[in-house]
């Protein structure tokens, strides 16, 4: 593959990552952080980087983001694909873009409620940007990333150079555990659920530039989550500075997006208002583009479903249930997108420790349950639905519970027993799918 076409696929993924929601994490972990940025940001990076690239480098590994769920029983694999496409596109993903653009990009400079009009304008923008799965790489990764880039570019430019403030001292949560709290905030951002999404949109982009061979698409994959984490990093880096020394003027500030509203008005006046604007809209619609083409791209391989019509459908739901709000979208979808998460980092895990073609779907089902059992108590508790008196033994006696992540060692020690069985040769039972 040419440089320039490897450059462009690497820009291209990191702009499907860099939604809204990316960009308002890293300004509230700055300002608690204050002087401990720098322990916090690398839990951070650890979670929020890492897994999502570690999960595009075994899809590349596995060639065909098919072969994640080939040992799954095929009604179950096709549930799994289906509900995460849901969740991460129409149910969830893609409205909460639509409308933290509105909120951030439009709402500030207008006195009246335009979200229909604003969420209709923006899904006709999205679909026609996606209507053309070839071009996919032209319109985002060679130009509209570029533009990205530039913007979140000036602004990182201003916090280092003309910072509004110093750092402070951290804020309770970060004083001892700094790293940690970056870790389950790294966590919170959800990309490696994205990750494996994405991963249709990134293969088949791959296999467009005649990169089709094993080996060859692993080695790409590889190359292109290696320049996805570098332009990730300096992102969440440069977000988390900028909250870092925003004290002076988001003190009280309630949410990562109001830091950052704050802090450009702050250092550029009403043109940083213009610009945020700008960045905000930018990232919300490269993710909207990227999720309607991960979503059709998979209607379309899996059940031979024409693409521009479910791309239409997909944008319709999406314009649809944007204009319920953002607060009913989380609380009718948050709960499942906990639950899949862990699903998915688990499957990716799996795919890791077993090859595809092995047949073990006995171990792939166990430790997709053991992930849905697990998953969904940590989903309770980020919820605040565990009681108390249930609460506290579990944070003293489940290890990784108060990071959300108890999930993962009964998952890890799943694979790690089931890989011990087939390295020694015992029989694994095997179930038909």
Not at 384 to 412: N, R
Request: hydrophobic residues 55%.
């Amino acid at each position: 593959m040419k440089t320039h076409d490897l450059l462009a696929i690497g820009l291209m993924t990191f702009a499907l990552f860099l939604g809204a929601g990316n960009l308002i994490f890293p300004p509230s972990l700055g300002l608690e952080a204050g002087t401990n940025l720098f322990p916090a940001m690398v839990g951070f990076l650890i979670t929020a980087v890492g897994l999502p690239a570690f999960t595009l480098i075994v899809l590349g590994r596995i060639s065909n983001t098919h072969n994640l769920t080939k040992p799954l029983p095929n009604w179950l694999a096709r549930t799994f694909w289906v509900a995460l496409f849901t969740a991460i596109g129409p149910a969830f993903g893609m409205p909460r873009a639509v409308t933290v653009a509105y909120e951030m990009g439009i709402k500030p400079f207008v006195t009246t409620d335009h979200l229909l009009l604003f969420s209709i304008l923006f899904s006709v923008l999205t679909l026609m940007l996606a209507f053309k799965p070839g071009r996919l790489v032209d319109c985002i990764g060679k130009v509209m990333t570029p533009l990205l880039i530039l913007m979140l570019l000036a602004l990182a430019l201003a916090a280092i150079f003309s910072p509004l403030d110093f750092p402070q001292s951290p804020s309770a949560d970060y004083q001892h555990g700094a790293i940690t709290q970056g870790l389950i905030q790294g966590y919170m951002t959800m990309d490696a659920i994205a990750a494996v999404g994405f991963g249709w949109v990134i293969i088949q982009t791959i296999n467009a530039k005649g990169i089709t061979a094993p080996k060859a698409v692993a080695n790409t994959a590889l190359k292109v989550a290696m320049i996805y984490a570098v332009l990730m990093a300096g992102c969440y880096i440069a977000m988390g500075y900028v909250g870092a020394t925003s004290a002076s003027v988001a003190a009280n500030a309630t949410n990562g997006g109001e830091i950052l509203a704050r802090y450009v008005a702050g250092e550029f006046g009403v043109y940083g208002q213009w610009l945020l604007a700008a960045i905000i809209i930018m990232a919300c619609l490269t993710t909207t583009v990227g999720l309607t083409n991960a979503c059709a791209e998979y209607y379309k391989q899996t059940f031979n479903a024409s693409f521009s019509i479910t791309a239409t459908i997909v944008v319709l739901l999406t314009g649809i249930i944007a204009n319920f709000g953002l607060e009913q979208i989380l609380t009718v979808s948050l709960p499942a997108i906990l639950v899949l998460c862990p699903i998915a980092i688990a499957l990716v895990l799996a795919a890791l420790f077993f090859p595809a073609n092995s047949g073990v779907s006995f171990t792939y089902i166990t430790v997709l349950l053991t992930a849905l059992g697990f998953g969904g108590l940590d989903a309770l508790a980020i919820l605040g639905k565990i009681p108390p008196s249930l609460d506290i033994p579990l944070s003293h006696s489940l290890p990784l519970y108060s990071a959300h992540a108890s999930w993962f060692l009964p998952c890890l020690a799943v694979l790690v027993f089931n890989r011990i069985l087939t390295v020694s040769k015992k029989p694994i039972m095997h179930i038909n799918n």
